[in-house]
């Protein structure tokens, strides 16, 4: 495959950046500081009521306005860009705050708009609080949507403290992914079939070390909470640096999407693919995969995961339609013999035989 000279690209980084406790109460400060005065929220249905004494006063003491706010309760895309191109003409300021949906929904709102985007994260389930992409409906199936990386992050640790465990343990697995998604982008580069970034990888890599080298790994700890949300936050920006999903997203992440389209009960994001990056790791007889196990087991993952394992029906049947998912993107899943291997894996490996059961 040919390749045009590599170009100098300029990237975008989140300008504003507040990560501690308290910050939600600040927002409307942090606003006013940057000029943004009218703002559109959007908000995860649930989450307003919970944090309405922690952020309107803020706002109201700073002279913010909210034009414009709505609970998420869908991510068609059609639906959101008729929403979008129907806000207040003075809208300045486009809030997500909340999971998955409201930010990703207020993100490609503001992207559409080229109005910034201010991500405000409820809990650390996934990287997509910080990630140049929206998980959207597009005609019928759920998919990944070109958006822009947020103008700024606003994490309360007092919040996120306050989230299912749930959620901490879908960010492990998320976090822990980049692992196998460095591994299929690199042999996919060696094969010609895509290109490599070597800082976006690097930067992926130090997300890793950011939040598994530093502490003790009790998810429960504000010290490992703060480092989850700082690594998941670089892990979006690498993805910005490469200009793609790659060096956050690879053959687990095909795996989770089969079972979104597949599972009868489906489970959060990250727990999906923190299942699917161990067998992806063996797969690959990546050189990582003791640094999986050894993660996924000291925090409590695979513990978390055998209380509800995931169905062996839907996820053999999601490995079989992962490798057609992505068009042109080679993983390990596009080896001719990965599916019968992975039968294999499966069935061998004692972890495996407790986390994915008939």
């Known amino acids: 495959m040919f390749y045009a000279p590599y170009p100098n690209k300029q990237i975008n980084i989140p300008y504003l950046l507040k990560i501690g406790s308290g910050k939600?109460?600040?927002?409307?400060?942090?606003?006013?500081?940057?000029?943004?005065?009218?703002?559109?929220?959007?908000?995860?249905?649930?989450?307003?009521?919970?944090?309405?004494e922690r952020f309107y006063p803020g706002m109201e003491e700073n002279k913010v306005k909210i034009v414009y706010e709505q609970d998420v309760r869908f991510?068609?895309?059609?639906?959101?860009?008729?929403?979008?191109?129907?806000?207040?003409?003075?809208?300045?300021?486009?809030?997500?705050?909340?999971?998955g949906k409201a930010l990703d929904f207020a993100k490609f709102c503001?992207?559409?708009?080229?109005?910034?985007?201010?991500?405000?994260?409820?809990?650390?389930?996934?990287?997509?609080?910080?990630?140049?992409?929206?998980?959207?409906?597009?005609?019928?199936?759920?998919?990944?949507?070109?958006?822009?990386?947020?103008?700024?992050?606003?994490?309360?640790l007092d919040v996120i403290k306050e989230s299912p465990q749930i959620c901490l343990y879908?960010?492990?697995?998320?976090?822990?992914?980049?692992?196998?998604?460095?591994?299929?982008?690199?042999?996919?580069?060696?094969?010609?079939?895509?290109?490599?970034?070597?800082?976006?990888?690097?930067?992926?890599?130090?997300?890793?070390?950011?939040l598994f080298n530093k502490h003790s790994t009790n998810i429960n700890e504000t010290s490992f909470q703060r480092s989850l949300v700082n690594s998941l936050l670089t892990s979006g920006i690498a993805m910005e640096i490469a200009g793609s999903s790659r060096p956050a997203s690879g053959s687990e992440h095909l795996i989770s999407h089969g079972l979104d389209a597949v599972s009868r009960r489906p489970r959060m994001h990250g727990?999906?693919?923190?299942v699917?990056?161990?067998?992806?790791?063996?797969?690959?007889?990546?050189?990582?995969?003791?640094?999986?196990?050894?993660?996924?087991?000291?925090t409590g993952f695979f513990n978390y995961i055998k209380q509800?394992?995931?169905?062996?029906?839907?996820?053999?049947?999601?490995?079989?339609?992962?490798?057609?998912i992505k068009a042109n993107y080679y993983t390990v899943l596009s080896e001719p013999d990965s599916f019968a291997r992975a039968l294999q894996i499966i069935d061998k490996d004692t972890i495996l035989n407790q986390i994915i059961r008939y």
């Open 24 to 52: 939600v109460k600040k927002i409307g400060k942090y606003l006013a500081d940057k000029n943004l005065f009218n703002a559109a929220v959007f908000w995860s249905e649930g989450i307003q009521h919970l944090l309405s």
């Open 75 to 99: 991510i068609n895309i059609e639906e959101i860009t008729k929403i979008t191109f129907n806000l207040p003409k003075t809208t300045d300021v486009i809030i997500g705050i909340g999971g």
């Open 110 to 156: 503001a992207h559409l708009l080229r109005l910034p985007f201010i991500s405000v994260p409820t809990s650390t389930s996934n990287d997509g609080f910080c990630s140049p992409n929206s998980s959207l409906i597009v005609d019928g199936k759920r998919k990944t949507v070109k958006a822009s990386i947020p103008f700024g992050v606003v994490a309360d």
């Open 170 to 210: 879908s960010g492990v697995g998320d976090m822990v992914s980049k692992i196998t998604a460095l591994y299929d982008w690199k042999q996919a580069a060696e094969r010609g079939l895509d290109r490599y970034n070597d800082f976006a990888s690097l930067m992926s890599y130090n997300s890793l070390t950011l």
């Open 271 to 274: 727990l999906q693919v923190g």
């Open 276 to 298: 699917a990056t161990y067998l992806c790791a063996l797969l690959q007889n990546n050189p990582s995969t003791s640094y999986v196990r050894d993660i996924l087991s000291v």
């Open 308 to 324: 509800d394992p995931l169905s062996k029906d839907d996820f053999i049947k999601a490995l079989q339609m992962a490798p057609t």
